[in-house]
């Protein structure tokens, strides 16, 4: 716990303690009711799970469902909004803004056929990504990538790419380094 509180303090300028982080950051009560739901899924009581996953989006507005997998240090800001789907597997050290979505492509289609079938994204390692982007589909974003503010994205994303615009293209490369909101004085200064 305090491993993971401190991931949140070293990514985010606003926190000023570990328990203002507790106490008043949505997505870590997101993280924690998760974590339950996820408990229940895995010991085949996946109504009390969906119980569990919508109480949780009741309190904070943000649905995590029981069956999505989530690495160390998820630190989820501001966090109204977000949906993270069933088969969604996300790595260690990811951080996602409001109303981000990592979802299906089509969910109301052949349903029954999608059952049990991989329909969300995989986000790997130290991602970051900005708010409101939707992220959709069996994909893969790679490590270390950046998908800027309400970018579409549909297809993989490879390793420390930038990822921008509907639908979303590859802008650049991305340094190992935590960027909230990608902005620096670097990019400040290529758009003078």
Do not use: W
């Not at 109504?47 to 690495?71: M, N, W």
């Not at 790595?91 to 990592?102: F, Q, R, S």
Request: glycine share 8%; aromatic share 8%; proline share 5%.
């Amino acid at each position: 716990m305090n491993e993971y509180l401190q991931s949140i303090i070293d990514r985010d300028p606003a926190a000023r303690s570990k328990l203002s982080v507790i106490l008043t950051y949505p997505g870590v009560k997101a993280v924690f009711f998760y974590k339950i739901a996820k408990f229940f899924s895995l010991a085949k009581f996946h109504l009390v799970a969906k119980i569990i996953s919508q109480f949780a989006r009741f309190l904070t507005g943000i649905e995590i469902h029981p069956g999505a997998k989530i690495g160390k240090n998820l630190f989820i800001d501001h966090g109204m909004g977000v949906v993270i789907g069933e088969t969604s597997e996300i790595g260690d050290y990811v951080t996602i803004y409001h109303n981000v979505t990592l979802g299906g492509i089509s969910p109301s289609i052949n349903s029954e056929q999608q059952r049990n079938n991989k329909r969300h994204p995989t986000i790997m390692d130290k991602v970051v990504i900005g708010s409101g982007a939707q992220v959709l589909g069996p994909i893969i974003v790679g490590k270390n990538s950046k998908i800027g503010s309400n970018a579409v994205v549909t297809n993989d994303v490879p390793e420390n790419a930038v990822m921008v615009g509907i639908p979303a293209r590859n802008i650049g490369v991305s340094t190992e380094e935590f960027k909230p909101y990608a902005v620096t004085e670097e990019t400040k200064k290529e758009k003078r």
